[in-house]
């Protein structure tokens, strides 16, 4: 197997870049005009002087002679004043971005140290539950349930502080473990996993279609994909009712579909929804809002191996979420 470092998409221009080209035609733009207006005035000079002498053809021929290597000066300036322009713009770029980059990094850092700060409470928290579920200190089935939602409620913390540090290098240049995967595979363990999240609201999680679908993918971040969409799916979803799962491979696109049927998205709302932080007022009035995190998390790994996620939703319909991702290739294997 090989591993294939990603980083941004070649077609995407640094801000920095952007911001140096911005500022530079700013500046081209207004050298042109200035040598525009420069080169009228030398023109209304130069004609103004040769005014008394219109009839004569040498006097006439020798303004412009005149003009003309006055032009030739003129763009011979602005060439070299285009170095200069060059070098004033990326300074200007980098002085305008500086503060913002140095306040990404802190966010940034933050962000990693709350994150890690946060996983020692919560792996103490899932020790404790864990110990006392299985080895019989929890005497009473009141008991019992209280401690497996508190399990329950310390693994959705746990997802949640992956998804932020993932979110926080998603806009840095940070690496994808590619390797062959099956996505099959991956769905499998995600439906196991998240099988009792769905049992404690009676919500019957089925993975109907399981076809072998093979990828180049980094394993842990396509689990973190279909694990959001299929919590989504629970966590949106009316006790009692279904939430289907199915994994294909067509032609050169392998699939993942989830399935649920909960209250639906207001066609409005369809895009806004891979936004971060934001959440349907819908989902807030019923009282299950997330944190705005997950959605906008898978479309950035599916842009990131390539592929991309899409929904179909409509009120009181219920949503189906479709992954689409480029098959494994000969030439990758």
């Known amino acids: 197997m090989r591993r294939v470092g990603t980083g941004r998409k ?61 032009a030739l000066l003129l763009l011979l300036a602005n060439a070299g004043a285009l170095v200069l322009i060059a070098g004033a713009a990326f300074l200007l770029a980098r002085a305008t971005l500086r503060p913002l980059e140095e306040a990404i990094a802190l966010q940034r850092q933050f962000t990693n140290d709350a994150s890690h700060d ?60 590619r390797e062959p995967t099956d996505l099959m595979v991956v769905v499998g363990g995600v439906v196991r996993d998240l099988q009792p999240l769905a049992d404690a609201r009676q919500i019957a999680l089925l993975f109907n279609r399981r076809e072998s679908a093979l990828v180049m993918g980094d394993e842990l971040k396509l689990s973190q994909l279909v694990g959001n969409l299929v919590d989504n799916a629970i966590k ?34 369809l895009e806004r929804i891979f936004q ?29 191996h390539g592929g991309e996620v899409a929904v179909r939703s409509g009120e009181g319909k219920g949503s189906t979420f479709t992954l689409r991702l480029p098959v494994l290739t000969l030439s990758e294997m």
């Open 10 to 70: 070649n077609d995407v221009v640094s801000p920095r870049v952007r911001l140096t080209l911005a500022y530079g035609g700013i500046l081209v733009l207004l050298l042109g005009a200035f040598s525009v207006v420069v080169f009228t005035l030398l023109s209304i000079v130069v004609w103004q002087d040769v005014e008394p002498f219109r009839e004569d053809p040498a006097i006439l021929a020798a303004a412009h002679r005149m003009l003309v290597k006055d």
């Open 118 to 177: 946060l996983r020692t409470p919560l792996a103490v928290i899932r020790t404790e539950t864990s110990t006392a579920l299985h080895e019989g200190e929890v005497c009473t089935p009141e008991l019992v349930d209280r401690m497996n939602v508190i399990d329950q409620q310390a693994k959705r913390m746990e997802r949640l502080i992956d998804q932020l540090l993932t979110l926080a290098h998603v806009d840095a240049d940070s690496a994808l473990n």
């Open 236 to 269: 949106y979803s009316a006790e009692r009712s279904t939430v289907e799962v199915s994994v294909w491979q067509q032609r050169d696109g392998a699939f993942v579909e989830v399935a649920d049927q909960g209250p639906g998205i207001p066609a409005n709302e």
């Open 276 to 304: 971060r932080y934001h959440r349907v007022d819908t989902t807030r009035r019923n009282g299950r809002a997330g944190h705005g995190l997950g959605l906008p998390l898978c479309r950035w790994i599916a842009h990131a």
